[in-house]
C-alpha cells in the first residue's frame, strides 16, 4: 500500500516538475511575467509551447490516477499487480513530458497511452468478482 501512496504524491509533483522547462522557456521570452503568467504561456512557440502543453496535462492525467489510486485504497485492492501498474504509470508520465519536450510526437502518445491504461486497469482491478 505504502507504493500506492509514494505513486500519488510523485504524481501529484509532476505537475509542478513539468513547469520547471515552462518557467525557463517563459524566462527566455522576455522575462517571467508574474503579473500576467497565462497571457505569456498563450503567446509562446516551440519549446515553450510543448512545456506548456506537457505541464497542463499532468494535471489532466493527475485527476484520473488520483481516482484509481483512491479507489484502489477504498476497495482494499493494493495487490502487486496494482502497485505495478500505478509505479509504470509514473514513469511513463515523466517519459512522456521528456518525449513531449523533445518534440517526439509518437513516441509520447505511446507513453500517453500507457499511463493512461495504467490508470483504467487499476480502476478494473477494484471491480468485485
Known sequence: MIILIWCL????????????????????????????P??????????????????????????????????ALATNKTSDTVQLLAMVHIASRVIYNVFYLLNLGALRSLSWAVAI??????????IPN
Not at 491504461?117 to 477494484?126: E, K, L, R, T, V
Open 38 to 71: 497565462r497571457e505569456q504561456q498563450a503567446s509562446l512557440k516551440g519549446f515553450g509551447a510543448r512545456a506548456l502543453a506537457a505541464h497542463q496535462n499532468s494535471f489532466e492525467a493527475l485527476i484520473i490516477f488520483s481516482a484509481a489510486i483512491l479507489l
Open 9 to 36: 504524491i510523485a504524481a501529484a509533483l509532476l505537475p509542478f516538475i513539468a513547469k520547471i522547462p515552462l518557467a525557463l522557456a517563459m524566462n527566455k521570452a522576455g522575462g517571467y511575467d508574474n503579473n500576467h
Open 117 to 126: 491504461g495504467c490508470s483504467f486497469a487499476i480502476m478494473w482491478q477494484c
